[in-house]
Nanobody, 123 residues
Framework: QVQLVESGGGLVQAGGSLRLSCTTS????????MGWFRQAPGKAREFVAV????????GYADSVKGRFTISRDNAKNTVYLQMNSLRPEDTAVYYC????????????????WGQGTQVTVSS
């Protein structure tokens, strides 16, 4: 079982930055591909970014490409999402997710999820 805990959300003005973190206490973090998803009120959960277990490959949704950066530190059992040039449409609950087999863009690809952290971007 992998338990994921997100942090770093908050309220920020448009154009600002936030860095989200997702940490697990498990000893096998380095075996998991990690993804970030988000869900705005009344909308479906959507893919944001993914990073493979070794950090060598990343992928992004078109809506965040060039503004968000996913990274990981396996020694600290942590994956990060650096979010720059934030827009009001980035407002959502952000979730991290983990899976050993897939590094896809569908939420169905991931077995483990955190509880989410709220990001609110004011205009």
């Amino acid at each position: 079982q992998v338990q994921l805990v997100e942090s770093g959300g908050g309220l920020v003005q448009a154009g600002g930055s936030l860095r989200l973190s997702c940490t697990t206490s498990g000893r096998t973090f380095g075996l998991y591909n990690m993804g970030w998803f988000r869900q705005a009120p009344g909308k479906a959960r959507e893919f944001v970014a993914v990073i493979t277990w070794n950090g060598k490959n990343t992928g992004y949704a078109d809506s965040v490409k060039g503004r968000f950066t996913i990274s990981r530190d396996n020694a600290k059992n942590t994956v990060y999402l650096q979010m720059n040039s934030l827009r009001p449409e980035d407002t959502a609950v952000y979730y991290c997710a983990a899976d050993q087999r897939y590094s896809g863009t569908s939420s169905a690809d991931y077995d483990y999820w955190g509880q989410g952290t709220q990001v609110t971007v004011s205009s």
